[in-house]
């Protein structure tokens, strides 16, 4: 970077001047990149010639926000801050905060842009698991409010098997029959709420391994298909045949696509249809979960993505949350759009070649 352009730097405010260790850009109008300097090689794993054969925009995820940047930039709008996420030379995806400003040569020639990008530092990333720790809390408390219903269940129909086993009406045991099956229905909603909770303890020491994502949703498919069917809905798959091995910890993920399914199949009419299609790129696999007709409602797509500031948390909130902390374990993101040809649709995208 030359003395001029630092000497340009004076646009920006004082408390905005950027620290010595920043990653620092210059760029031009079209956004091509005049200079770099030594932290910013070091950060991305780029040096100034191999960003000539590449957008730079296009390394930072979602693209279309670093381009809204610009854009506000442009439009006078000055610094500029957003948190993104960064892919490196080496295949890596951090999350950085990216602040953009004008940066006006001396000789009044044209405006020239500064971009300055710094790596999220680790107490901030320390205050996001105190909002996780607290968060995790308020779901403890819907957990055990959620566990006296089906604890409720099991001890009414154990005792009316226990009556039944007392005083036994001849010749027909429906009751009995009823009330061990309805038994059997709380303790696995007991098992899969407390399985959720665990889970999320699980999050701190991931170990992925290769896995074929077609196998895995296969047989997720295959396994829940007697459930689905007495729900009268059909779940199918489509075009999933080159999505290719991805590192994953499959039990866990296997969890968040599970909680992810049945919370939009729970809200769908009979003989609605679900579909699962995906997609592989040299950097990511996307897997899609189509709802063609819109036959679920709009509250329950917006509540997937649910907020740590949520006032009250449910079970369902527990799922949701268990899902979207998993997703973001493996380095994913998970985001619900309506789409012209699909639907209603929800993308889970997960990078290739690295791991949270």
Known sequence: MSTNEVTEMASLTSQDVPPLDAAIAILAADHMVLSWNHRAESLTGYTLEALKGLDLMRTFEPVEMMHQVLLRVHAGEFPV????????????????????????????SETRLVLVIREVAPLQGWRHQATRVSLLGRLAGALSHEIRNPMNAIFLHADIVEDEVRQPTPGDSTQVIQSLATIKAEITR????IQDYLF????????????????????LVTEMHPQW????????????????EVALHQSLFRR????????????????????????????????HIHDLD?????????????????????AADLRRYV?????????????????PKAGMQCTITLPLGTTA
Do not use: Y
């Open 190 to 193: 007991l098992h899969a709420l």
């Open 256 to 287: 968040a696509l599970l909680n992810i399914l049945q919370l939009l199949i729970e809200a769908m009419p009979q003989n609605a249809t679900l579909t699962l299609s995906g997609s592989r790129t040299s950097c990511h696999v996307h897997l």
């Open 294 to 314: 819109k036959v679920i409602p709009p509250e329950v797509w917006a509540a997937l993505q649910i907020s740590s500031q949520a006032k009250t948390l449910t």
């Open 81 to 108: 801050t957003e948190r993104l996420h960064l892919w490196t030379a080496d295949g890596r995806r951090l999350p950085v905060e990216v602040q953009c400003a004008p940066l006006r040569a001396l000789d009044c």
């Open 323 to 339: 899902a979207q902390e998993i997703i973001a374990a493996h380095a994913g993101e998970m985001a619900v759009n309506d789409t």
């Open 229 to 244: 069917t007495v729900r009268g809905v059909t779940v199918v798959l489509s075009e999933i045949d080159d999505l290719g």
């Open 200 to 219: 999320l303890a699980r999050l701190s020491d991931l170990q992925c391994t290769p896995v074929d994502l077609r196998i895995l949703l296969e047989d």
